[in-house]
């Protein structure tokens, strides 16, 4: 099992993986920067001035030391336009590298030589082959 582990991290998985994680993160604060900072900022001044973070349905008022129960479905809002975002980006950069794959695929093979050209090398192998 160490010997297999060994293989696995040597083979440059670990690595490559860690680089996903790690960028992944990077790219998530950034576009949760977007969302938070460029894109709901617009979305409430075309609501008239309503900031969404701060919608929510209040279940229970609070009460001396009790904190309020509420449904906070602008936060909601935000996570879901995260999660587009950062799918649609996913999507692309997939398709990107799909794109690249397809044009190693169709590069030609080399044509297939002239029927007649084949019959004349067998016919000249042959006769270095009586020789």
Known sequence: MLK????????????DLAIGVIIGGAFGKIVTSLVNDILMPIFGFILSGINLADLKHVIKPA?????????????????????LIISFSIFLFIKLLSSFKKKEEETPAPPAP???????????DLLKAKQ
């Open 114 to 124: 002239d029927p007649q050209v084949v019959l004349l090398e067998e016919i000249r």
């Open 4 to 15: 297999e582990f060994k293989e696995f991290a040597i083979k440059g998985n670990v690595i």
């Open 63 to 83: 009460s001396g030391d009790i904190p309020e129960v509420a449904i906070l479905y602008g936060s909601f809002i935000q996570a879901v336009v995260d999660f």
